[in-house]
């Protein structure tokens, strides 16, 4: 492990061991500078000097947050956020700095978090708006005086309004999810400062829980990486001493080795949230990982004590999911799910154009991430293999049953893995020398085999297609015939 990687889980161990305490603090205002001054110390720690960056994007941000109208303010919030990240990145032009990896990781989250209270202003705004309206209307028409309005609003949608910079800091630099997320809406912030959930949810047995599985996976990855080291694939020796095959399944132990790392992180990352209760609301309040409740849930308080809860808003990722479940479209849904949940609502929800908000979503996501090449060509690939997948799903998976169903499962769960391996080579290899040089030396075969899967799935589809057609042509002239000799 580099000593970034040492730092990053030193302050993570701290993050976890520091929520029991913060937790107990009974005064709300104390806890939450206390909780935003760690967060700060955790960001001087990890980033030294350059913690400047992230104070003084955040600090933009939220200015234009609290002085833009709400009917642009998110657009214009989001350039911001976003561009600040390109001048971040690109610094080094300017004569600055290079910063650490984990500064990197920090800016990438305080993006979202600013962009994405400014998202939640206006669309509540929006929702203040409609709802104007429909009263109006409504004092218009004689007959739907007494109607209630169709657009409920709540308190939450109000105080989005009149939100503060001193809240939207503590909401950006609270220790919890400072380092690497977990991605949490300024809601859930509220809650867990509003709410009395934290007291009551089994959060000691929650995290213990977690920290057994971060221990195993962080064992597997400096396993694997001693034994299969990504540093390997750009020696000469792997080029020039090792075969085809032995080059073609490299891919497989070395994104296994970046898999356990990410899992590490994220789960080391969800244990600072369980540690101090942060994120836990009752069963019955229909919780979405990132979203956090979809139902109402503020009468929840009343027999607090009395309630089951789950941490499921600030899940990151369902580790056995991923690894279990058979196809390339269900590990896409369980990977990185709060940062989905982002893209989802504030992307792919309100970009204009239904036919591109697709590619635009994907785009935004591969340059969130950074821009090395190896970024677009990992991201950018994924929507190809899903549409792969999907045809071959209708034509040999969707209606198969009993041992032909298990045997075609596992051949697709085999499938997903090497592609997930395949594309992810080109995320860990980065530049495009680095890529391409890899890439030539197994031939493009991976890009190149769905190319020929694909056209054919598209010829036996269509083939399917016209047997069906005529099949039931002759299903058709069938029945004519028979009611001719009935008549």
């Given at each position: 492990m580099s000593l970034d990687d040492v730092i990053y889980v030193i302050c993570l161990l701290g993050c976890i061991g520091a929520g029991h305490y913060v937790k107990k603090i009974n005064d709300e205002t104390t806890r939450k500078f206390i909780s935003t001054g760690l967060g700060l110390l955790v960001v001087f720690i990890a980033s030294g000097i350059h913690a400047l960056h992230c104070i003084i994007s955040t600090t933009i941000g939220s200015l234009a947050v609290i002085h833009i109208h709400p009917r642009n303010g998110h657009l214009i919030t989001f350039c911001i956020m976003f561009g600040y990240l390109i001048f971040f990145r690109l610094a080094h032009i300017f004569g600055l700095p290079n910063y650490p990896g984990h500064t990197n990781m920090i800016q990438m989250v305080l993006t979202l978090k600013v962009s994405g209270v400014a998202f939640e202003k206006t669309d509540a705004w929006k929702k203040l708006q409609k709802r104007e309206k429909e009263i109006a209307e409504r004092q218009n028409n004689e007959g739907a005086k007494t109607a209630e309005p169709l657009v409920e609003i709540t308190d939450y949608d109000v105080e989005l309004q009149n939100i503060g910079f001193l809240e939207i800091f503590h909401y950006c630099f609270n220790y919890i999810g400072v380092l690497t997320g977990p991605y949490y809406r300024y809601r859930t912030y509220l809650d867990y400062f509003e709410m009395p959930f934290k007291d009551y949810a089994p959060h000691i047995n929650a995290t213990l829980e977690k920290l057994k599985y971060a221990c195993l996976y962080c064992v597997l990855y400096l396993a694997a990486n001693y034994i299969w080291p990504l540093e390997y694939a750009l020696t000469d020796e792997f080029y020039q001493e090792r075969s085809f095959i032995y080059r073609l399944m490299y891919v497989w132990p070395t994104f296994f080795t970046f898999r356990m790392r990410i899992y590490t992180g994220l789960t080391l990352s969800e244990c600072v949230c369980t540690m101090a209760g942060f994120g836990a609301y009752p069963d019955e309040a229909d919780v979405a990982n990132g979203e956090g409740p979809r139902k109402q849930y503020t009468h929840l308080r009343r027999d607090a004590e009395k309630r089951t809860y789950n941490f499921t808003t600030i899940v990151n990722v369902r580790v056995r999911s991923v690894e279990t479940c058979w196809t390339f479209r269900e590990g896409m849904r369980h990977w990185n799910i709060c940062i989905q949940y982002w893209l989802a609502m504030n992307v792919y929800r309100l970009f204009p154009s239904k036919k591109y908000r697709t590619i635009v979503t994907l785009l935004c996501s591969a340059f969130w991430h950074g821009f090395r090449p190896g970024h677009y060509f990992c991201i950018m690939g994924a929507p190809f293999y899903v549409a792969l997948e999907?045809?071959?799903?209708?034509?040999?998976?969707?209606?198969?049953?009993?041992?032909?169903?298990?045997?075609?499962?596992?051949?697709?769960?085999?499938?997903?893995?090497?592609?997930?391996?395949?594309?992810?080579?080109?995320?860990?290899?980065?530049?495009?020398?680095?890529?391409?040089?890899?890439?030539?030396?197994?031939?493009?075969?991976?890009?190149?085999?769905?190319?020929?899967?694909?056209?054919?799935?598209?010829?036996?589809?269509?083939?399917?297609?016209?047997?069906?057609?005529?099949?039931?042509?002759?299903?058709?002239?069938?029945e004519k015939e028979h009611l001719k000799k009935v008549d």
């Amino acid at each position: 492990m580099s000593l970034d990687d040492v730092i990053y889980v030193i302050c993570l161990l701290g993050c976890i061991g520091a929520g029991h305490y913060v937790k107990k603090i009974n005064d709300e205002t104390t806890r939450k500078f206390i909780s935003t001054g760690l967060g700060l110390l955790v960001v001087f720690i990890a980033s030294g000097i350059h913690a400047l960056h992230c104070i003084i994007s955040t600090t933009i941000g939220s200015l234009a947050v609290i002085h833009i109208h709400p009917r642009n303010g998110h657009l214009i919030t989001f350039c911001i956020m976003f561009g600040y990240l390109i001048f971040f990145r690109l610094a080094h032009i300017f004569g600055l700095p290079n910063y650490p990896g984990h500064t990197n990781m920090i800016q990438m989250v305080l993006t979202l978090k600013v962009s994405g209270v400014a998202f939640e202003k206006t669309d509540a705004w929006k929702k203040l708006q409609k709802r104007e309206k429909e009263i109006a209307e409504r004092q218009n028409n004689e007959g739907a005086k007494t109607a209630e309005p169709l657009v409920e609003i709540t308190d939450y949608d109000v105080e989005l309004q009149n939100i503060g910079f001193l809240e939207i800091f503590h909401y950006c630099f609270n220790y919890i999810g400072v380092l690497t997320g977990p991605y949490y809406r300024y809601r859930t912030y509220l809650d867990y400062f509003e709410m009395p959930f934290k007291d009551y949810a089994p959060h000691i047995n929650a995290t213990l829980e977690k920290l057994k599985y971060a221990c195993l996976y962080c064992v597997l990855y400096l396993a694997a990486n001693y034994i299969w080291p990504l540093e390997y694939a750009l020696t000469d020796e792997f080029y020039q001493e090792r075969s085809f095959i032995y080059r073609l399944m490299y891919v497989w132990p070395t994104f296994f080795t970046f898999r356990m790392r990410i899992y590490t992180g994220l789960t080391l990352s969800e244990c600072v949230c369980t540690m101090a209760g942060f994120g836990a609301y009752p069963d019955e309040a229909d919780v979405a990982n990132g979203e956090g409740p979809r139902k109402q849930y503020t009468h929840l308080r009343r027999d607090a004590e009395k309630r089951t809860y789950n941490f499921t808003t600030i899940v990151n990722v369902r580790v056995r999911s991923v690894e279990t479940c058979w196809t390339f479209r269900e590990g896409m849904r369980h990977w990185n799910i709060c940062i989905q949940y982002w893209l989802a609502m504030n992307v792919y929800r309100l970009f204009p154009s239904k036919k591109y908000r697709t590619i635009v979503t994907l785009l935004c996501s591969a340059f969130w991430h950074g821009f090395r090449p190896g970024h677009y060509f990992c991201i950018m690939g994924a929507p190809f293999y899903v549409a792969l997948e999907d045809v071959w799903h209708k034509l040999v998976r969707k209606d198969a049953i009993g041992l032909q169903r298990q045997i075609i499962d596992v051949i697709f769960w085999i499938a997903k893995f090497f592609a997930f391996s395949y594309l992810g080579i080109s995320f860990l290899l980065a530049s495009f020398t680095n890529i391409w040089k890899y890439y030539n030396s197994v031939y493009h075969i991976g890009y190149l085999s769905w190319c020929v899967f694909m056209i054919l799935g598209v010829i036996m589809k269509s083939n399917k297609r016209s047997e069906q057609k005529e099949k039931d042509i002759k299903t058709a002239n069938i029945e004519k015939e028979h009611l001719k000799k009935v008549d």
